[in-house]
T-cell receptor, first 113, second 114 residues
Framework: DSGVTQTPKHLITATGQRVTLRCSPR?????VYWYQQSLDQGLQFLIH???????AKGNILERFSAQQFPDLHSELNLSSLELGDSALYFC????????????FGQGTRLTVV | DQQVKQNSPSLSVQEGRISILNCDYT??????FLWYKKYPAEGPTFLIS?????DKNEDGRFTVFLNKSAKHLSLHIVPSQPGDSAVYFC?????????????FGQGTRLTINP
């Protein structure tokens, strides 16, 4: 158990809908990262938050947004969903805002039908 | 633009032998490198890391080698065990201006045969 909690574990929704994925980082971790893994491909970096502030953006679509709340949990919002958004979405957290290992949650499997 | 590449999608090794997983990166700004292991239906698990100021880091059966001039790193597992069968991701990191950029390769599926 990495200490990073993601909910829900599975989500099935229709095209055009909006969903929210939730992540609770490890206790004490200030950094939260979101990654997308499609079809056994690599982990694509989406966005990084540190202590409530957005710090870096990767290949995140405009239909996607995220935020980190004062209690440090984070939410990833996906809207106007398309079939191609079906993927595993991982959240990771790390203790300090520097080069360090990140610890991953078990992921949310999103299926868009 | 694939900044971190793992050119072997899969690797099969006999139990007890050495497993060598390779990774190449293109961006010189990366100065910290990590290996993660992933089982099906689980999140990636941190395995071992190396800073760019070193060329080798060892932790038990796992050793990571870094060749900065070639922009290449490798993970050696000796001896390989059936429980090592998983997907291994190489990652490269750069910390700049208050943000850590952590980029992953596509992964290599390692199968250890008894």
């Amino acid at each position: 158990d990495s200490g990073v909690t993601q909910t829900p574990k599975h989500l099935i929704t229709a095209t055009g809908q909006r969903v929210t994925l939730r992540c609770s980082p490890r206790s004490g971790d200030l950094s939260v990262y979101w990654y997308q893994q499609s079809l056994d491909q690599g982990l694509q970096f989406l966005i990084h938050y540190y202590n409530g502030e957005e710090r870096a953006k990767g290949n995140i679509l405009e239909r996607f947004s995220a935020q980190q709340f004062p209690d440090l949990h984070s939410e990833l919002n996906l809207s106007s969903l398309e079939l191609g958004d079906s993927a595993l979405y991982f959240c990771a957290s790390s203790v300090v805002n520097t080069n360090t290992e990140a610890f991953f949650g078990q992921g949310t499997r999103l299926t868009v039908v | 633009d694939q900044q971190v590449k793992q050119n072997s999608p899969s690797l099969s090794v006999q139990e007890g032998r050495i497993s060598i997983l390779n990774c190449d990166y293109t961006n010189s700004m990366f100065d910290y490198f990590l290996w993660y292991k992933k089982y099906p239906a689980e999140g990636p698990t941190f395995l071992i890391s190396i800073s760019s100021i070193k060329d080798k880091n060892e932790d038990g059966r796992f050793t990571v080698f870094l060749n900065k001039s070639a922009k290449h790193l490798s993970l050696h597992i000796v001896p390989s065990q059936p429980g090592d069968s998983a997907v291994y991701f190489c990652a490269a990191s750069a910390y700049r201006q208050g943000a850590q950029k952590l980029v992953f390769g596509q992964g290599t599926r390692l199968t250890i045969n008894p």
